[in-house]
Structure formats: structure tokens, C-alpha cells
């Protein structure tokens, strides 16, 4: 069974700080890996997506990902209260158009 | 640019009545297309996707049907709705043959309360 977790949080963390979001997979052969973001009663909406080993930024989000650890993490800096959601995490191996979803992790951004 | 569109937005239907959610996508052609089910408390759940007009490829038995009649409409169905049919379904779509990272994008959603 193919599985992705997510820390379920809440994550609290203060306005301006860095805010860690955390997935780990269980199937090997993953290729692509995805971030969304998912505000309460709405649809997810892409963040960012990463294939390589390393660090990818994009503005304030930077995903990293470690293949041989099996895990992919979200990094947004100068968090802000519009931060506040649920973070999703998929993976998908090859072009399987099947992604592997978490459970999100919800993250409350403090004024 | 690509938009998709979902509809109804919010539904309350009662238990055995039947039930059509509709999706349209502009501004691409040959779309892969998907339906995903999110209840509450669970994850993203895909429920069928499609490649073309008139593939259908499902992931879970259940009750609900779906169709693609053209090549950017996707309609998920049911003939006689269960309790276990709420939930907050998803539209979304992808390139097809895109061999790099398969980017999903979702439409607005379609809130179904069965009661």
C-alpha cells in the first residue's frame, strides 16, 4: 500500500516566522512531488512542485526533497496569517496519473 | 488561459434521489479529467479520470457513474445517492502526455450533502 503521511497539526506558529511543513512516502520509485494548498471549504490550489533532489524556491515557499530519506518538506518564510490552511502533500510515480494524497497538515499563522 | 469550471457550487439531495455534478474546461484541448471525493476527516479520494472521450477509468466501486460526452466536459452521476455520498467533490485537470510532474488543477468544487 502505497502511503503518504503528514503531520495532521494543527501547526501554530507567529506571524513573520518560518513555518516547517513535513511528508514522508513510502514508495521508492515516487518522481514527482507536489505541495497544495487548501483553505477551509475550497478547492486545493497548486503551491509547487519539485522532481529533483534539493531545494527549490519559488518567492517565499522553498520545497525540499530527499529521495533517499523518503521525505519532502515546505518551507514558507515571513509567514503570514493569509498562510493560515491546510497543506497538502501528493506523489506520483513516473506519469502515473494517480497522485498518492496526505492528510494535510493544517497551519494557523498568529498575528 | 485555462479555466475550469464545476457546477453545481452546494447541493442537499436526499437519500435515493439521482445526482449529476458537471465540469467544463476552456482553453486546452484533449484534457486528461478527474473527479475526486473529499469527506471529512479523509484525504483526496480519486474516484475516475479519463483520457479521451468516452475513457472512463474507475478507482472505487460505488455508485456513481461518470461520462466525458466531449472533450472538455466530465459529469460524475448517480441513479439513487447513499448517505456515504456527502462530501466535497473535485474536479480538476491535467496535460495529457506530459512526462514531466503531472500538475493537477481543480475547479471550485461541488459541496453534496445527502440527508
Known amino acids: ?111 | 488561459s485555462q479555466t475550469i469550471h464545476q457546477w453545481p457550487a452546494t447541493l442537499v439531495q436526499p437519500v435515493g434521489s439521482p445526482l449529476s455534478l458537471e465540469c467544463t474546461v476552456e482553453g486546452t484541448s484533449n484534457p486528461n479529467l478527474y473527479w475526486y471525493r473529499q469527506a471529512a476527516g479523509r484525504g483526496l479520494q480519486l474516484l475516475f479520470y479519463s483520457v479521451g472521450i468516452g475513457q472512463i477509468s474507475s478507482e472505487v466501486p460505488q455508485n456513481l457513474s461518470a461520462s466525458r460526452p466531449q472533450d472538455r466536459q466530465f459529469i460524475l452521476s448517480s441513479k439513487k445517492l447513499l448517505l456515504s455520498d456527502s462530501g466535497f467533490y473535485l474536479c480538476a485537470w491535467s496535460l495529457q502526455g506530459f512526462s514531466g510532474a503531472n500538475v493537477l488543477t481543480f475547479g471550485a468544487g461541488s459541496r453534496l450533502t445527502v440527508l
Not at chain 1, 7 to 14: A, I, K, Q
Not at chain 1, 27 to 37: C, E, H, I, L
Not at chain 1, 61 to 83: C, E, G, H, M
Open chain 1, 1 to 111: 500500500q502505497k502511503e503518504v503521511e503528514q503531520n495532521s497539526g494543527p501547526l501554530s506558529v507567529p506571524e513573520g516566522a518560518i513555518a516547517s511543513l513535513n511528508c514522508t512516502y513510502s514508495d521508492r520509485g515516487s518522481q514527482s512531488f507536489f505541495w497544495y494548498r487548501q483553505y477551509s471549504g475550497k478547492s486545493p490550489e497548486l503551491i509547487m512542485f519539485i522532481y529533483s533532489n534539493g531545494d527549490k524556491e519559488d518567492g517565499r515557499f522553498t520545497a525540499q526533497l530527499n529521495k533517499a530519506s523518503q521525505y519532502v518538506s515546505l518551507l514558507i518564510r515571513d509567514s503570514q496569517p493569509s498562510d493560515s490552511a491546510t497543506y497538502l502533500c501528493a506523489v506520483s510515480a513516473g506519469n502515473n496519473r494517480k497522485l498518492i494524497w496526505g492528510l494535510g497538515t493544517s497551519l494557523a499563522v498568529n498575528p
